[in-house]
């Protein structure tokens, strides 16, 4: 789970009164159950205040601090608007409870996420940090300008799996300027929609998905070059920025990014594994082979990476293949890049031993090496986990 931010310490915080003179029954009346701790009938006689003399600039400060004790910091927020525009008499309070709110909102915010961290039921886990939620809401409405209620919003939403939800507040980091990973997360975001519409377009076939995957690939780029140009070295924004030109099929530009980022980071197994990918996407299969090898040895757990690592060999022995049976050559060369293949389907399956696509793809190699009795043996292994 993702870890969120220290307790805030809270300020001490006290309402205090006006004189009673000159005030009507009602906000009298008022004052006193805010004394006596009686919100709820202190409550009743604001409301009554303020609809017979909506321009009562004190009523509606006292009716905001009420919401606030409760809570209902939309209403508190409200009520403190509709003061300061009658009268700035109110204004250093309203800004004080303001923070204070803002403070305590976020510390309940983060004593409900403590709690999901540390409870072991998934129901439960989900109520802590739906509550988290709506604390840290809270705390964006007192100071919409401060980063950190929306930086944890999104570690909330992305440990509820709900990435979408996330997507406005990353939005208004964007549009404050910070952090660095707010860039990068939001341009994952659209280039992982993306990708889905894509998805659904092969089966679709309906132009409508392929436009809007392409313009979220747009939207990608757009906020991760904004990302670039703030923080020019984060490898996050680097790494989606290059996804994003690669997948809005600007094969150029990516191999030219990720060229650079290799060249600049040669101990980065991320830069080398997407290098990897977009050479082998050129059909440079030498130099795809080269990255990936790399990428394998840096992480020799990272499937994706094994697995790119078959592909290549296995691309580049079809098109050496091909090219073979073109010319009407006896060459069988291909056949030493499907052997270089099997021990990284190999070990790929050690792994995943279930992933059918990968025993399918073992069957083929084996096929095409001639070896029929291995090739049938994965084949079956893919029937099995199909």
């Avoid at 030219?256 to 980022?261: C, I, S, V």
Wanted: aromatic letters at 12%; charged letters at 25%; glycine letters at 4%.
């Amino acid at each position: 789970m993702k870890k969120i931010l220290i307790v805030i310490s809270i300020l001490t915080m006290a309402l205090g009164f006006s004189a009673f003179d000159c005030s009507s029954a009602e906000l009298t009346g008022a004052k006193m159950y805010i004394a006596q701790k009686h919100y709820d009938k202190a409550k009743e006689s604001l409301l009554k205040e303020v609809a017979k003399n909506p321009t009562n600039d004190e009523a509606w400060y006292y009716l905001g601090y009420l919401y606030g004790e409760e809570d209902s910091i939309h209403a508190m927020m409200n009520a403190y608007d509709k003061s300061l525009a009658i009268s700035k008499k109110f204004e250093k309070d309203i800004n004080d409870y303001k923070k204070y709110t803002w403070q305590t909102s976020f510390n309940k915010g983060v004593s409900s996420f403590n709690a999901a961290v540390k409870t072991t039921k998934p129901d439960s886990m989900k109520i802590h940090l739906e509550t988290a939620a709506v604390f840290f809401k809270n705390s964006t409405l007192c100071e919409p300008d401060s980063t950190i209620g929306y930086e944890n919003l999104v570690s909330v939403y992305f440990n509820l799996n709900k990435a979408e939800e996330a997507k406005p507040f990353l939005e208004k980091l964007v549009s404050l300027g910070k952090p660095a990973s707010a860039f990068a997360q939001l341009g994952q975001l659209y280039n992982l929609h993306g990708t889905e519409l894509l998805e659904t377009f092969r089966t679709s076939k309906n132009v409508e998905d392929s436009t809007k995957a392409m313009d979220n690939f747009s939207k990608a780029i757009d906020v991760l070059k904004k990302g670039e140009s703030k923080f020019p070295t984060d490898t996050d924004i680097l790494m989606q920025l290059g996804n994003a030109y690669y997948s809005k099929g600007e094969l150029d530009v990516a191999l030219t990014r990720f060229k650079g980022l290799v060249e600049k980071n040669p101990g980065n197994k991320d830069f080398r594994y997407a290098y990897g990918v977009v050479l082998m996407k050129g059909k440079n299969y030498p130099d795809a082979v080269t990255q990936l090898e790399e990428a394998v040895k840096m992480d020799d757990k990272n499937t994706d990476a094994i697995y790119n690592l078959a592909a290549a060999y296995i691309n580049w022995g079809n098109l050496l293949r091909d090219a073979a049976i073109k010319a009407e050559s006896d060459d069988k060369s291909y056949q030493d890049k499907f052997k270089a293949a099997v021990p990284y389907l190999e070990k790929y399956l050690e792994i995943k031993p279930s992933d059918a696509r990968v025993w399918y793809s073992l069957g083929q190699v084996y096929a095409n090496m001639g070896e029929k009795d291995k090739a049938e043996s994965a084949f079956k292994k893919a029937e099995q986990y199909k």
